[in-house]
């Protein structure tokens, strides 16, 4: 039996491969060990990595509004405007996180005093409604008058978990103060590393593209990093979109609720905001939180409420998030709830966020992969009752561009 040099090289690729599977599987423990230690030293520049992707968004956007004609025209703008253009992002996420400590936890710290008095003239009316309700039943009543809030009863139980906690931290200070050194040093490494990665990206592009090339075949380095180029495009069509459409719907909701003068308008269009960035589910979470803090003070406001949020959505999910996100991710609705669906169950929150530009990605591609084989077979379209192929001339005309490609 004469075996070729290639069946040769894939006879080796498998002694090779069943090798290793059977010393993993036998020393299981110390794979996973290993595993994790490389996972702790490559953390941080993943870290890096993503955030350097999120910064990048933003960063582009003002580099090529800002700087577009400058770049262009000299070079003193071409050099200054990446590092300007990252130190205005920088800037603009810091202003987010001011904004959110000193306009909306202040807010939320008087919405707790408040919410607390509420709840504890809320019982009240609760149990002369199910007095009146169920006709004085003794039964109930002796049920519902166990029901007591005190408000300064609560906040002692707070501060008291407040101090365990602290107590639990202090007995641990030093564990403590290691993990926080840690983390901010990890946080430095990922950032630094996610800023080099931002101020040299066209050339570690290039760098990239040469290894694949020089490894891997031409055509299907040409394929990967296609798909790596459209993977990395609906995911910042995707972020973009989201976090637009979520900011317009926040703010729809604090302009609407403080004309109607209803309670909480800056601290729930802040939450419907945040919660928004979550696809589909994400608002309605900030809606059942605004509905029960506004029940709290009115239960009519609350109900208003409910309807003022199903108009907004509606005009949100049919006018502006078609035009703001739209397609930029390319997926069916009916897709779209598939992914939301299978991220959530397999990752949270986190899988929402991802699987729905992922999942769009493989949509992509596959489609392109459904049209070419049916352009392999002559197949010019197909409906529900019949498959119309090409005509002679068509053949011909499609092979003869195929050839100039």
Known sequence: MD?????????????????????????????????????????????????????NVPMSFLEKKIFGKAKEENKAGKKLARPVSLLLTIILAVGVVVLVMFGVIPQLTRTIASLMISIANFIPQMQDWIREFSHNNQDIMKLVNQVQFNPDQAIKWGISILGSGAGNMMNTTVSAVGSIVSGFATFFIAFSFACYILFQKEKLHVQIRKVFFAFIPIQKAEAFLKICSLTYQTFANFLTGQCVEAVILGSMFVVTLSILKMPYALLIGTLIAFTALIPIFGAFIGCAV?????????????????????????????????HVVGGSVGLPSIWVLAAVTVGGNLMGIVGMLIFIPLVSVLYTIFREFVYLRLKEKHIKQVTRTEVEEYTTEEIVNIDGKCKKE
Request: contains cysteine.
């Open 290 to 322: 605004g509905c029960f803090l506004i029940f709290m003070v009115s239960p009519k406001q609350a109900i208003l409420f409910i309807i003022v949020f199903l108009i907004l959505q509606q005009i949100e999910g049919n006018l502006i998030y078609p």
């Open 3 to 55: 075996l070729n040099k290639l069946s040769m090289k894939k006879i080796r690729e498998l002694i090779i491969f069943t090798v290793l599977l059977v010393v993993a599987l036998w020393k299981f423990e110390v794979v996973i060990d290993v595993l994790k230690t490389i996972g702790g030293i490559l953390f941080p520049f993943v870290l890096g990595g993503a955030i350097a992707f999120v910064i």
